[in-house]
Every structure is written in structure tokens, then in C-alpha cells.
């Protein structure tokens, strides 16, 4: 295993099958699609990154067994991520410490929120809607979407009062923030075939 510095951890990156398109968890403006944007500035081809966003992990797993993608990152933060890590036709190539975009509560512009307002989140950083939510308010309930850029969807389709997202995601949906913001450093793990192509 090398080490790389700071924050890389590369066992088959350098010496494995070129980066030649990642998968991840989507849609845009997930932190998942920002940590694909890093790791194809560090290892990807002198392109356009070839970024492909699915509506979950597994679907990008998928992809990868197809060979549609050559890798995916996953957060380590994702209670699934050990299934990549036990499954026989994958290889585990490296892992790297990336910040996520800022993270933040966000409403949709002209929404009168409740005093105990529903939240929507993905499950991972859920710990930070009781970090982030403004006191004024209350969780009446909290529902788990996706991923953050999913949350924000149901925010923006008023399907809830807030949602805990990412930057990107707020921004794409058109949602503003009403609590203070802060990014997560957090450990993204990659993986390829076993038996990649020759």
C-alpha cells in the first residue's frame, strides 16, 4: 500500500486501470459528484471529466460491474459502503479525505416555515440538522431522501418545509439558507474490477 500526501491513500489508483469515467451518487450537486470532480482533477484523463451520476451507490456499483464507468467513489459516511468492500468482483483502489461543499438548512424563497417544521436529509449527515437548525424552530419530522440534491428537490417542491443540503444542491434548486453553514471532511473510498480489461 502507498501512501500518498496529504489525504491519499492509493492501493491499485497509480498502477490500476486508468480513471477513464467515475460513477457516483447524484443527481448534481451532491458532495458525491464533488468528491468525482476531485478525483478525476488528481488521477482522471487531460478531458472533460466523465462524471455519471445515478439515483444511488448500487446503481453505480451496476455500472461498474457493466463496465459503463471504471470506477465509483463512495462516502465512507454511507452505512452501505462495506458491501463494496465485501463484494468478490470488486477491488478496492484507494481512498482520499476531501471537504464536502458546505452543508446548511435551506428553504424555498416565499415558504412561511412552521414552527416545527419537516426536514428532509439524506441519512448520513442527519446528526447536523440538530447542529444546524436555527432555534427558532423544531423538527416535527425528518424524511430521508436520496441524497442531499434529493432533499433539496422536496424542498423546492414544497413536498417538505427545509432540507439539510449541500451548496450545489440548494443552488440548483433556487433554495436559500437559513442557518449558518460548514463543510465535513470526510473519507471517500474508490473501487474498480478485479478483473479490469486489458
Known sequence: MTTEAPGWIDTSLTDGPPV???GTLGPAGTSSEQAALHLWAARGQ???PAIRLYDTYELAGEALR????SHVVIANAYAGVHSFYMDPKLRFAGAFLFDTPHYGIAVAPGHRIPKRARIATHPAPVALVGEL???????????????TSAAAGKARRRETDLALTTQPAAKANELEFISRTRPIRMLWSVFTLVDPPA
Open 133 to 147: 437548525l436555527p432555534e427558532e424552530y423544531a423538527v416535527e419530522e425528518i424524511l430521508y431522501a436520496t441524497s
Open 46 to 48: 487531460d478531458a472533460v
Open 66 to 69: 457493466e463496465r459503463v464507468v
Open 20 to 22: 477513464d469515467a467515475i
